[in-house]
């Protein structure tokens, strides 16, 4: 399987683009859009989704991630192998969490460009080739680096920030629920938010905060928008009280 993390958005060519040349490279292997609309350049929101996100994933999966608001550059092309998924994208942080938490580690550099490699489309002319060569079983051309050589920034182990809006208008954030007691409160935005185990504890119009699917805090309103009633973002704080 391989399993696609990107601020691509599903609009427009750029995902298509990326399949197709999975498609090619890498005929029968299953590809998921598991999170395709990470926030756009959000480097520090892609950190603390993708461990959260990929975790529920085969251990065989392949996940090729793509936030790289730095193609182009001389940013480092990566694949890093943690707990037994690989992972393939731009050492540019989006790791840092991931190898921060996981127990085992392998980070390979990359080392051979495509014939064709388009200045700002990595996506599609680097990192997929890879991951589709790496979901057949078959070794990139790279070298292997100490994980302490991957860019980390000092971003906290837990963030108390929103990282991410869906369609209903939760806000997913970069903490994860079992860091925090169910008697805890989050203030955000003026408003204050206590536990509810499930959206049917709270009542109608209440903005609270639950535990979601993949262990994250995520503020949200029963049968409403927590986005609409707090004015809420990407970024916007979390306090705990």
């Known amino acids: ?5 990107t601020d691509f958005g599903v609009r427009g060519p750029y995902l298509g683009q990326m399949h197709a040349v999975l498609a090619e490279r890498a005929p029968g292997v299953p590809v998921v859009d598991v999170f395709p609309d990470l926030p756009a350049f959000n480097r520090k929101a892609a950190a603390y989704l993708l461990p959260a996100y990929s975790q529920y994933l085969p251990l065989a999966a392949v996940c ?4 790289d608001p730095g193609v182009g550059s001389d940013r ?3 694949a890093v192998k943690a707990d037994g998924r690989w992972y393939v994208g731009p050492d540019n942080g989006i790791f840092s969490i991931l190898v921060r938490r996981a127990r085992r580690v392998e980070v390979l550099l990359l080392r051979a460009a495509p014939q064709r490699l388009s200045a700002t489309f990595h996506g599609r002319d680097l990192f997929a080739p890879v991951a589709a060569q790496l979901a057949r079983g078959d070794a990139p051309d790279a070298v292997g680096v100490a994980c302490e050589a991957l860019v980390s920034p000092d971003w906290p182990a837990e963030l108390a920030e929103v990282v991410y809006m869906d369609s209903y208008g939760n806000a997913l954030t ?4 079992a860091t925090l007691g ?32 993949n262990g994250l805090v995520e503020l949200a309103m029963n049968q409403g928008s927590a986005a609409d009633a707090l004015n809420l973002g990407v970024a916007t704080p979390v306090q705990l009280r």
């Open 182 to 213: 169910h008697e805890a409160e989050l203030a955000v935005a003026g408003r204050v938010c206590r536990f509810r185990r499930t959206f049917a504890d709270a009542e109608p119009g209440e903005v609270f905060w639950y535990e979601n699917a």
């Open 64 to 67: 090729l991630c793509v936030v």
């Open 174 to 177: 970069g903490l994860r629920a």
């Open 76 to 78: 480092r092309p990566v």
């Open 1 to 5: 399987m391989i399993a696609i993390f």
